[in-house]
């Protein structure tokens, strides 16, 4: 009788890989310090009604694939059942082999629901959504539930500024035993592509802060109040993403006058954009280092490609792409400057780019230092890379260039509450390449040397490295 797909040693392609991913990584808990989860659904505890809500809602991954696989985007994210997207959704599934969503797919169904006795197709996709339909509806199945089935210690949403946190307050007073932070988001605070967005934001961001924000300084002062707000509610790390890192030569002056124009609604020039890009972002870095907390930079997304369908769906709907933006130079001059005043925290910087890898990884290698193991981290392989090979090249690149030993491990990034298998995906990715060189003597056969570094960066790297209480 032939072996299951994805059977216990899924991946694992020696006995020392085994040894290290059974014996070690499967063990450990998850500590995933970054993901775009809704705070408010885990506040509410909330149940999903089918398959199709837990999975393929938001899912910009699965809606890529079924857009190449010919699917009408009435089937995506049009005006089709739930049923009938899923069905959609599982005669895509075998086109994906070779692409990460296969595996994920099927360790989401394994895990969660216990499916591993069939593959998800055409042909076994009522039994599949009608089965795991009738769980999600269970209060065992219940959004809380699902976070504990997969032995997370903690996680850290992804919020808006201006965002009240009521959400997250409400989870830490039901004593919920899965940590769950907020990360502060603040590159929407230099988003001046658009400045009827910004200007709205300003806007909402003047009625929190209850004060009206009409000089540059102000808006510093509603920052930074905004800030503290998110520390007092235990944020201690904040995300920006970004096309490449905004590093440009500027003035005070110059910035007082360009946040004018942005409130006036004048058209700003290119380097005058940049310029206050450069600013915003120093001040933000400047704020984080004072409160102590890690600096998260996701550098390289090439967004909103496809314009007619940005203006039919909105951003964030699976039109983006890996971009080709000169990253070091800029990179090492915004850090540079803030090592210089010693202001430069801990910091990881996420590279979108494969071409770009060994730039990231040895730009990190410059800035260590001050008693801080891994005080900057070249980030985990990130949305396009997420997958095997990216994964592989990432930890390949990470271990050339700097100390595999103190990398933080991996996180979800995702919006999808069954996303967590990614965890294991990656570990057991980790664990052949290092139980494939202990097989060929390039690693010394010690299991406590080799399985104590794959628990540290499987969880307790992550654990020392961050200041959230758990």
Not at 211 to 228: F, G, K, L
Not at 416 to 433: A, D, V
Request: with cysteine.
């Amino acid at each position: 009788m032939a072996e299951p797909f994805l059977n216990d040693d899924f991946l694992l392609q020696s006995e020392t890989a085994r040894n290290l991913y059974h014996g070690h990584a499967a063990k450990m808990p998850i500590y995933d310090y970054h993901c775009h989860l809704s705070a408010e659904q885990i506040a509410g505890d909330q149940k999903f009604v089918n398959l199709s809500q837990a999975w393929l809602y938001g899912d910009h991954y699965k809606w890529r694939a079924m857009r190449a696989n010919g699917v009408d985007e009435r089937f995506i994210t049009g005006r089709a059942s739930d049923f009938e997207k899923f069905q959609a959704w599982a005669e895509t599934v075998p086109r994906t082999l070779r692409n990460p969503l296969y595996h994920w797919a099927h360790l989401e169904l394994k895990n969660y629901f216990g499916i591993s006795d069939k593959l998800l197709c055409g042909e076994t996709a009522k039994e599949i959504y009608e089965r795991c339909s009738a769980m999600l509806g269970s209060a065992e199945f219940s959004v809380r539930n699902l976070l504990r089935k997969m032995n997370l210690k903690l996680i850290c949403t992804t919020e808006n500024p201006a965002d009240l946190l009521e959400h997250h307050k409400k989870i830490r007073e039901d004593n919920f035993e899965i940590k769950v932070h907020a990360a502060f988001r603040g590159d929407c605070a230099f988003a001046v592509e658009d400045l009827q967005s910004l200007n709205a934001w300003i806007d909402k961001l003047g009625r929190v802060y209850e004060s009206d924000i009409s000089t540059y300084d102000s808006y510093i002062c509603a920052v930074r109040n905004r800030h503290q707000y998110f520390h007092d509610n235990g944020c201690r790390l904040s995300d920006y993403g970004m096309e490449r890192t905004y590093a440009e030569d500027y003035t005070d002056a110059e910035i007082k006058k360009i946040f004018d124009k942005i409130r006036t609604g004048k058209e700003l020039e290119e380097g005058e954009k940049l310029k206050f890009k450069s600013a915003m972002l120093y001040e933000l870095a400047v704020m984080d280092n004072e409160a102590g907390w890690v600096v998260q930079l996701h550098l390289g997304a090439l967004r909103n490609t496809n314009s007619r369908m940005l203006a039919s769906l909105g951003p964030d709907t699976g039109y983006d792409s890996i971009g080709d933006f000169p990253q070091g130079q800029s990179l090492a001059k915004f850090l540079d400057r803030l090592e210089k005043e010693k202001k430069l925290g801990k910091t990881i910087i996420y590279n979108l780019n494969p071409a770009e890898n060994e730039v990231f990884a040895t730009l990190a290698g410059d800035f260590q230092g001050g008693g801080t193991a891994g005080k900057v981290q070249y980030g985990a392989a990130w949305w396009f890379n997420d997958q095997k090979d990216g994964i592989e090249k990432h930890l390949n690149c990470l271990s050339n260039m700097g100390l595999l030993s103190r990398f933080v491990g991996m996180l979800t990034d995702s919006r999808s509450f069954l996303s967590f298998p990614r965890h294991e995906y990656f570990r057991r990715i980790l664990c052949n390449i290092l139980g494939n060189d202990v097989e060929t003597g390039i690693l010394p056969r010690d299991m406590g040397l080799i399985g104590g570094m794959v628990e540290d960066i499987c969880y307790n790297n992550a654990k020392s490295y961050f200041t959230m209480e758990l």
